[in-house]
């Protein structure tokens, strides 16, 4: 009776390292993955980070010209997009379904 406890015994202490070992390794697997998709992560949300600049309407388009190029010119800018007020009015009714350029 004595051997046949201390087999199951064994049996079930091999049991429980092999799930923990799995347990451990399964998250030790995760946190890599983590880690390897944060800076593909970072990097998406560094590039897509959107803003928008207002323009005096007294302002030239040759000085509008020279802002969109030295923005696109700068090394921390992806792209540089001017729109005028009629493209946007013309955005944001598509967007929103409203002509609020008629109220």
């Known amino acids: 009776m004595a051997s046949n406890s201390?087999?199951?015994?064994?049996?079930?202490?091999?049991?429980?390292?092999?799930?923990s070992l799995t347990l451990v390794l399964f998250l030790l697997a995760?946190?890599?993955?983590?880690?390897?998709?944060?800076?593909?992560?970072?990097?998406?949300?560094?590039?897509?980070?959107?803003?928008?600049?207002?323009?005096?309407?007294?302002?030239?388009?040759?000085?509008i010209e020279k802002l969109r190029k030295d923005m696109d010119a700068a090394i921390y800018v992806k792209s540089a997009v001017y729109k005028s007020k009629e493209e946007a009015a013309e955005e944001m009714k598509q967007e929103t379904g409203d002509d609020f350029v008629a109220f």
Do not use: P, R
Not at 44 to 56: A, H, P, S, V
């Open 6 to 19: 201390v087999s199951n015994k064994f049996k079930t202490s091999s049991v429980t390292v092999i799930v």
């Open 30 to 63: 995760f946190l890599a993955w983590c880690l390897l998709n944060a800076e593909k992560l970072k990097d998406y949300y560094k590039e897509n980070i959107g803003f928008q600049i207002y323009l005096k309407e007294t302002a030239s388009l040759s000085d």
